[in-house]
């Protein structure tokens, strides 16, 4: 992976928060403070190189075509289940 920086808050975005919390401001200023957190952690996200995201896409395309042919297994089981208890619709 191409992450450079590990996942943690830095220590002045915890420092701040606490120093906010512990003077309990008004609703705006919590929400300015809530602002700032996401804005500093948007700024560790990694974007994934391209050889990451195709083998990401084909990880999700291999598993989603595993799970299309479990369930249209299941129903086909199924479906032959209720066939033989309930017969055929026929008169």
């Known amino acids: 992976m ?6 943690e808050p830095s220590e002045d975005v915890v ?6 919390r512990a003077s309990r ?5 919590r929400i300015v403070l ?15 190189t391209r ?5 990401f896409t084909v ?3 291999v598993f989603v075509i ?4 479990l369930v249209w297994a299941l129903d086909s089981v199924f479906g032959w ?3 033989y208890v309930f017969g055929s619709t026929g008169a």
Do not use: G, W, Y
């Open 2 to 7: 191409a992450r450079k920086i590990i996942d």
């Open 15 to 20: 420092a701040n928060a606490k120093r906010e």
């Open 51 to 55: 050889k990451e995201l195709f083998s």
């Open 66 to 69: 595993i799970m299309m042919a």
């Open 81 to 83: 289940v209720v066939l």
């Open 25 to 29: 401001r008004n609703p705006f200023a």
């Open 34 to 48: 809530f602002i700032r957190q996401v804005i500093a952690e948007l700024k560790k996200v990694v974007t994934p």
């Open 59 to 61: 990880v999700v395309l």
